[in-house]
Structure formats: C-alpha cells, structure tokens
C-alpha cells in the first residue's frame, strides 16, 4: 500500500517535472533563437589554408628559425571571450533537429546534432541542444553533462549563459 | 503441376538404373528374381538420394540463401559555405568515389573544376536518416574554404552530403561479395537480355529443356561460334548454388535432378530472382563479385535500376565468362559480347533498329575498379572489428548484410599514410634492414570521431597494427598529467610557480637510485612552471612529480581516460610507462575536448542492409577536468609549439594556425612521438622500431615532423580556446613573476584561476626591466 501510494506521488512529481521542463525548453529555445540571429554576423574563427608547399626546404627554416629565437616576443593568447556560433549550415540542421524532438523523435534529432557539432563543434548552442534532447529521453546525467560542455563554451554570450544555467539548475 | 510430378522420377531413373543392373549382371549372372530384388534395392536406393537431394534443395533455397559480408563506409562528404576543403583532397575523394570530371556535371557521378569553381553531381544515398537524392550543386573553393554554394538541380538546403566511400567488408570465409536485389529493382531489359542470351524457354520449361539444348546448338552452328548455352538458368542457378564445379555424369545427372526439384517446389519468379543474386560475374583480388546487384556496383558504380540498356547487356555478357570477357582487361572481347547481346535484342524487337545502333555505338563506360576492391585501410578496420566485436557476433558480420558507417575521413587517411611513409623513408638510413617504423592517429579534436589510422610503414597490408598495438614508454608526452596533477592545486600552482631546475638523487629502500637527467645534460636553475613544461626540462618535472606523488599523477592518467595500469615509481613522472598510440590518443582527447572525456570512436551506426539503425554509438561527454585547470595545462601546451621543443613544427605550418601538443622521447631515443591538436584535429605519431633499438630521433626530428606535414595539407581551423568565466588574464614579468603591465619587455600574458593571481606588481616605468632591456640593447 504504502510502495503503491509513494508511486503515484513520483508519477505526479513525474507530471510536474515535465511541466516546468517544458517552460524551460521554450524559453531555452526562444533564447536560442534569437541568439542564432545575432549569430550570423560573427566571424568564426578563420580556417587557415593548408600549406601549399608542405615540405619546406629545412636548411632555410632553420636559418629563420635562429635569429627568431633571441628576438622572440613571448606568445600572446587571444584570451578570447567571443561566443563561437553556428554556421549557417550548423543552424539549418539544429533547426531540423528541433523539428525532430518537437515530434518526439529525439533519435533523429541528435542524427542531426552530431552533423551541427561537426561542422560547428565550438558552438555552444550545439550541446545545449544534445542536452534537452537527453533530457528528453531521461538521460538526465547525460544532459547536465552536455550543459557543462556548453557552458565551457558560452563565452559572453550572457543570454545563452543565463540560458544554460538555468537548465541545469532545472534538472 | 501433375505434369512436373509424373516427369520426376522419369527424369532420373533411366539412365542411372541401365548403367548400374548391366553392371551387376555381368558378374553375377543372377536369375529373374535376383534381377527384379536388385531392381527393387536401386529404387530404394534412388528414392532416397532424391529424397536427400530433396532436402538439400530446400533447406538452402527457403533458410538464408546466402552469407552477405557486412559493409564498411566511411563518413559521407558534407559540403558547405564556411567549409575548410582542399580542391585537391576533394578530388581524390570524388575519384575514390569514381566521380568522372566532365566538362559540364551534367549526370550523377559526375564532376566539373574550372578555376575555383565546382559542380558536383551527387549520386544520392540511403542513410539512416533519410534518402538524401542526387543533386546538382555548384560552389567555389576560395583559399581553402567553400563559398557561393548553390544548389543548381534537387532539393534545396545549405549541405550538399555526398554518398559515402565504402572502404572495405567484413567478409565470410569464401569471401563471395553480393548485394542482394528483388526482382522489381531488376530493369526489365535486363531481364529480357538475360532470358534471351541465356534459356529462352524459361518461363515454360520444367527446368530442364533438351529442345533447348538443341536450340541452342543450331543458333551456335549458325553464328559459327557459341552464341547460346544450353543449360537452363534453374541448371545454372543449381550447379552454382549446391554443387561443385567438376564435370561428371553423376553431377550432371544430379544437376537435373535438383533443378527438376527446384521447379517443382518454387515459382519461377523465386528462381529467377536467386539466379539474379548468385550469378558470378567478376573478381577483386580475392574477394569473387555475385549478382547483378553487386556487379552493377562493381562495374559501373550505380544501382541496378539506374543502368542503361546498353550496360545492362554488358552484365548479361559476362554471365558466359566474366574473366574471359573482363571490361577492364580484355574491352574489345566485351565490347564484342556486349554489342552480340544488343543485336539478339534487336533481332526479337526488344529494341528497334535505331536504339540498338545507339547502344551498339555507346563505349563501355566501366568505372574504375571500386577502392573497396580490397580492405584498403586494414588498420582502421581493424579498429571498426574490435569496436563492433563489443555488440556483434563475428558470424552475423560476416553473413547479415550489415551496413556500418565509420568516421573514416579518407582524404585525411590517405594523406596520413603517404606522409608517414615518406617522412619515415626520409628518416630511415639507406639500409634497408634498419626499416623505421611508425603509427599515426587522427581524431576531430572534440568530436573524438576516428578520421585516420595507420599501423606501420606499409599500410596496405595488415600485419602488426601498431597503433593500437604497439604498447611503448611514452616519455615526455605523459608530462601533461603531472603538469595538470600541479594546476588542480591553483592555491600551490600557477602558470607562473617557480620550479628548480636542478639535479637530484632518489634513493629507494632496496638501495636503487633514480638520478634523471635533462635532456641536454644541463641545469637551467629556477624556472617558472610553464617554462618547464615548453621546453621539456625532465629535472623539474621531476621534482614537481615528488612533491604530487606518483598516486596523484596516475590519478590525473586515469581521469584522462587511460585504463592501462601505469608505472608505480617515480619515473612515471617522465613518462617510463607504456602505451599505445591510440591510447595515448584517448588521453589527449580529453585535453583537446578542454576536460571533457570523449570516447575515441570508429563507429557511427550499425544498419541493416534495408537501412533500419540497429546501433548508434553517440556523441557522449563526461567532465573529469574542471574547464579552468584545464585551460591553463591548454595554454602551456600552445607555449610547447610557439616557444618550446615543438617550435620546429612552424617550418611545415602557416605561422596562424595555433596549435598544442608535446613532444615525447624516450630512453637512448628508442621512440619519438609528438601528440598535438589545432581546432579541427588532434594526431598522435609515433615512430620507433619493432624491435626496440635506437631510432637517434627524438620527438620534434621524427615524429613532429610527420605530424607537421600532414596537418600543413589541410585546411583547418586554429586551436583557439575560449576562456572560461573563472579564469583572469594578467599581464606577468617572466624574469620575476610579478604582475606587470602590457608593453613592458618581458611582459608575458598569463591565464590564472580567480585568486590565484600574483600579488606583487611591479610597474614597468619604474622598474628596472625596461631599463636593462634599452641597456642591453645598446651592445
């Protein structure tokens, strides 16, 4: 009696659960929305060229390389703070991935993820929608875990910071 | 039916039971009711062969007909704005793919290159998530990156995803290769041609056609050659699919049997449609091509229902002899065939007049032999084997028709492999007994996806796979572990920490000492942490290691994903502990993913051969480095690159493309490693001989080297990390360690976790620095 009576009391936190997640996952998405529209006027980091000639004569680097080293500035990090965002391609299939979840098909939905976070795979928008997908399928653990990934990566992005934090006090 | 049923027996009694009672006769002169026993024993006898043979037929022809090899693809090409893509790696993928550069692209598989301005025409696929269609796209290539992408024909969206190259099959031991088709995906010309080259009584005969034969004979005589066979596509089908290939009475005599059996039990669309499947029709190596469905694949890269008449009568050609008339080696011979087919269409009016003079003068268009003719990257499926071994059985690999989709990123693997080839022939001494070997690793640097694996010099062939296998003292590359073990204190550690450089004896209770040494015999005194870590100073690593303890820096190991128990000494803390490449690649991973643990993976999904998804190996992360730590270990191995001992590594890399990583060299230079990543890929190299002798290299002369050519042919992005919200940047006096100010000389800016900034501060004005840097300039 009393294991069936605790059982139904979880069914209602079950309710009530599901009920504030998906508030969050609105406001979540609204959020992201919008910060998808910002988005697209940030330069992503510039993809480098390859080298042309990718066997450059030794003797010559290693003439270079001497007078550099007694000249040599310490290296100077970018500390950058700039969000990294979707590329548009990214932003196309993290549309279709919410089309997705939206239905309830969350297999689809992180299919189309993954192909975001290979093409944009510093942009944290990419992770916090893997982790209202686990969320979705009750992997809870898996969730926070992508929200901290996603955090790792929110840079000043205060909105999207808010955001995912947020989401992972909601778990 | 009935009719079927009263020929059986016929069928096969008269001529066995002559031969066999004048046999008996002969010998035994027996009287009439010997004759009439023997008789009934023959019959008996018979029944039960046929009975057996009965059993045979249908046993094969309703359980699984055939074992199909399990499929292997790399990842599919996705092409985008914004995407960092070679023209020239492009092209050796679309040609691995047996895309044709054309003029105009206007076909499926087909390829324009003017300038810097693409067309391909995708071919299309079925993935798990859907068909993507053929489509026409144009983009340009402008310094490495797609621009102006435009779909120009099909279905409109940012991502054109070319079909994916199949690299290779996990094959059954008779190593038959088919893809299994229903009669429905079989072109009706097809058909037609098959029937009328090879049994045009079929859809009436009983299985065996004797007017047929004679047919055929006469067609033979007239064309003077042999145009006709005179087995039954049901004989064809049975000497195929249950006998062996000898020629004697008694097998043809069971072969009419059995096809006699096949056509009374089954339809003749069923009989037709395994002959489809089982036909041989050509040879990859080893690996013998069955069925239309494969053949078509096999010779012209596109499914059967895509095929002209002209190439759908090519494959009806080879049925007679598919090495005789190879269309690779011997064209005229097919060539000739072929048009012989197209000429029996015309003549029965399957093709008018015109349409057969066209297909006649159409060339043969065969495809270059498919790159999956072989496993042509045994290290990598080696590792896809292993990986899928953990949910399959080996039996349902080889025999189900799986499809599995890898991350194999063959611009990538070819490009590792020519490059570890050739560095290492540069590296090697003339003689040849002294072969260096070597292994490489490549993995997306956060997805943790497998984009290349090679496990020796000659990768080709599988043998060793030391890139898995080769379990090595890794030295200098284990120092990260130490280096992070320190930075997870930020109230003991900084960045900026002093350290003695300075040499020191251990001794342990059994009397043994441990004297490590710099790899330059020399001391450099005080030093801050960083520094150690840029330049690889073994002495201070050392003495850092002590302080930690060897429990805490395994602790870190295993944190970082290494499951290999590790050396319990001290000298764990120079890295006096074996592991192999690919784990060592697991360890760096984590540092590339910024303390996310990302399992290292080959696989993507398991389908089966309709496409339905049986598995999916997910993108799954776990912290096990608090994001603040590990961007400072980040920040000291960027410093390894731009300042340290993989400074080097600039002489094949635009000056641009920041990247980290570390050096390793172990003990009288028996193994040269390098492990680094930019913001696109993470490599591990390793470089060593087999049997453990000296190689005289050392991380940055050996395996640097190989690491810097083949990042330097891709185009990617620099490892740049963010910084995360509890870390500050302060501009530090690397003489003093104090806070300083930017523009002062030897000012060095540092990443801290909060609070764990200097507090001393010298201003540059007032300080000396400045003035003993304008001093020493002078002179």
Known sequence: ?171 | MSKRKSSKPKGHRSPGSEHKSTHFLQKLRPSNGLIFKLIVVFLVVTLSWVIYLDAVVRAKFEGKRWEIPARVYARPLEIYDGLALNADNLQLELRALGYKRTIKADSPGTFSHHGDGLVVYSRGFLFSDGRESARRVAFSIDNDVVSRFYVAKGEQNEILRLEPLQIGGIYPAQKEDRLLVTLDQVSGGLIESLLLVEDRSFENHIGIAPLSIMRAMLANMKAGRVVQGGSTLTQQLVKNFYLSRDKTIVRKATEAIMALLLEFHYDKRDILEAYINEVYLGQAGARAIHGFGMASQFYFGKPLSDLRIDQSALLVALVKGPAYYDPRRHESRALERRNLVLSVLEEEGVLSQSEAIIARGRPLGVIDKPSYSTNRYPAFIDLVKRQLARDYQQEDLQSEGLRIFTTLDPQVQERAEKTLKSTLASLSPKDRDLMLQGAVVVTGSESGEVAALVGGAEPKFSGFNRALDAVRPIGSIIKPAVYLSALKQPDKYTLVSSLKDEPFVLEFDNGERWTPRNFDNKSHGTIPLYQSLSKSYNLSTARLGLELGVDEVSSTLRLLGVGRPVNIYPSLFLGATSLAPFEVTQMYQTIAASGFNVSVRAIRSVTTSSGEELSRYAYEVDQVIDSNVMHLLQYGLIGVAKEGTAKSVYRYLNSDLTIAGKTGTTNDSRDSWFAGFSGDYLGVVWLGHDDNRSTGLTGSSGALKVWGKLMSQFPQRPFDPIKPSGINYRWIDEGTGNLTEDGCSGARFVPFINGSEPEDAQSCTSGFSRARHWFNSLF
């Open chain 1, 1 to 171: 009696m009393l294991n069936r009576r605790s059982s139904i009391h979880l069914f209602h936190n079950d309710n009530a659960i599901t009920k504030i997640i998906n508030t969050r996952v609105l406001v979540v998405s609204i959020v992201l929305l919008s910060v998808s529209l910002v988005g697209c006027s940030v330069q992503p980091t510039a993809v480098v060229p390859a080298t042309q000639e990718h066997e450059a004569p030794t003797k010559q680097g290693a003439r270079m390389s001497v007078p550099q080293q007694k000249t040599q500035k310490a290296y100077e990090p970018s500390a950058r703070t700039n969000t990294t965002y979707l590329s548009p391609a990214a932003q196309e299939l993290v549309v279709k991935a919410k089309q997705y979840s939206g239905s309830g098909d969350s297999v689809s939905a992180l299919r189309y993820l993954e192909r975001a976070q290979r093409i944009s795979p510093r942009a944290p928008q990419v992770y916090l929608a893997m982790a209202e997908v686990r969320l979705q399928q009750g992997e809870n653990r898996q969730a926070r875990q992508l929200a901290n990934k996603a955090l790792s990566l929110v840079g000043d992005d205060d909105d999207l910071r808010l955001a995912t934090e947020q989401f992972i006090d909601g778990l």
